[in-house]
């Protein structure tokens, strides 16, 4: 089984950018595709971005579409999501979650692993 730990959330003014880290453990991570979500207070969870196993990448809303990119680094066990031209709708907890099928997917319940979150804030 998969541990998941992200990182690299904060407190972000509206356009600025940051780099959130998904860093697996306890088994390799190219066995998996990674997806990333978010959850803001009183909503459900939403498909971000995710990620194949062997590379390619899918963009789950058009809202977020030319300003999140998805990476992976198997070397390094880590998937990245760079958050850019934030707004404070992107408000939310970011979670990654791995599953072992090749083809990525934006629906939470296609997903069995998930790190804790990590809290991202967009406000002036």
């Known amino acids: 089984q998969v541990q998941l730990v992200e990182s690299g959330g904060g407190l972000v003014q509206p356009g600025g950018s940051l780099r959130l880290s998904c860093t697996a453990s306890?088994?390799?991570?190219?066995?998996?595709?990674i997806g990333w979500f978010r959850q803001a207070p009183g909503k459900e969870r939403e498909g971000v971005s995710a990620?194949?196993?062997?590379?390619?990448?899918?963009a789950c809303a058009d809202s977020m579409k030319g300003r999140f990119t998805i990476s992976r680094d198997n070397a390094r066990n880590t998937v990245y999501l760079q958050l850019n031209n934030l707004k404070p709708e992107d408000t939310a907890i970011y979670y990654c979650?791995?599953?072992?099928?090749?083809?990525?997917?934006?629906?939470?319940?296609?997903?069995?692993?998930w790190g804790q979150g990590t809290q991202v804030t967009v406000s002036s």
């Open positions: 979650a791995a599953r072992p099928q090749v083809l990525p997917a934006c629906l939470p319940g296609s997903y069995n692993s």
């Open positions: 306890g088994s390799p991570l190219d066995s998996y595709t």
């Open positions: 990620i194949s196993r062997n590379g390619p990448d899918v």
